[in-house]
C-alpha cells in the first residue's frame, strides 16, 4: 500500500493531508471532518481504515490551517462556513485529480457540518463525484444545493439522534439523485456505543464500492 503525507494546495492555504492508496484500488474516499475536527479525528481514520481494507484509497486532509484552527476555536468563525469549506474540499479534489493524473473514480465521506460541505462539492461537480456518504451529518445545511446533487448519496444517522435523524429524513426527501437513509439503532451522534462505527463504516463501504463498479462499467 502506498502511503504518503501530502500538502494540498487551496488559493494561498497549504492544507495538511494524507493520501493512502491499496494497491489496484476501485476509488479513492475523500473526507471532510466535521466541526471542531481534523484530519486526525479517530471515527474517521477508523473509518478509513475499513475502506482500504475494502480496498478503497482514501485522502483524510485538514480543512482549515494551524491558523484558521486557533481562529475557529476561539470564535468559531468557520466551522459553520459551509461554502467555505465546500472550496476548500474542491480544492482537494482538485489536487488529487492532478496528483493521480485522473483517478478512476472519488467520492466523499462527510461527517457533521462536513457532509453538508461534501454535498456542496458534489453537486458542483458532478461529472467527477462517483457517491456521496455522510456519517452523523448535517445535509440540511447544503441549502439549495441538495436538489442539485446527482451523485448516488448514503446518509447514516444514529437512531438515538433524534434531532439530526429529523434533519436528515427532511434533506432525504429533497434529494434528486439516488439516496438511502441507513439508521443504526441505539447509536448517537458520535457513534460510541460498541459496534456502532463498525456498522457505519460497512454501509459505507458497500455503497461505495458498489458505486465506484458501476463508474468502472460506465467507463
Not at 454501509?203 to 462499467?217: K, T
Amino acid at each position: 500500500m502506498a502511503s504518503e503525507e501530502v500538502l494540498i494546495e487551496a488559493g494561498d492555504a497549504r492544507l495538511a493531508g494524507k493520501l493512502q492508496l491499496p494497491e489496484a484500488a476501485a476509488g479513492t474516499v475523500v473526507f471532510a471532518h466535521g466541526s471542531g475536527s481534523s484530519r486526525l479525528s479517530p471515527r474517521n481514520r477508523a473509518v478509513a481504515r475499513y475502506l482500504r481494507e475494502r480496498g478503497l484509497g482514501t485522502l483524510l486532509f485538514d480543512l482549515l490551517t494551524v491558523c484558521e484552527e486557533r481562529a475557529d476555536t476561539a470564535s468559531g468563525q468557520y466551522r459553520f462556513d459551509i461554502p467555505f469549506l465546500a472550496k476548500r474540499l474542491r480544492s482537494a479534489t482538485d489536487w488529487l485529480f492532478d496528483y493521480l493524473h485522473a483517478p478512476p473514480a472519488v467520492a466523499y465521506f462527510g461527517a457533521s457540518t462536513g457532509a453538508a460541505a461534501a454535498l456542496i462539492a458534489a453537486a458542483d461537480a458532478p461529472e467527477r463525484i462517483a457517491a456521496v456518504v455522510s456519517r452523523g451529518g448535517r445535509p440540511d445545511l447544503a441549502g439549495k444545493a441538495l436538489e442539485r446533487v446527482r451523485a448516488p448519496t448514503l446518509l447514516i444517522v444514529g437512531g438515538a439522534d433524534t434531532q439530526v435523524l429529523e434533519l436528515n429524513r427532511g434533506a432525504l426527501e429533497r434529494l434528486r439523485c439516488g439516496k438511502e437513509l441507513v439508521v443504526i439503532p441505539r447509536a448517537t451522534h458520535l457513534f460510541e456505543e460498541p459496534g456502532a462505527l463498525e456498522d457505519a463504516a460497512r454501509h459505507a463501504a458497500d455503497w461505495f464500492v458498489a458505486h465506484f463498479a458501476q463508474c468502472g462499467a460506465e467507463a
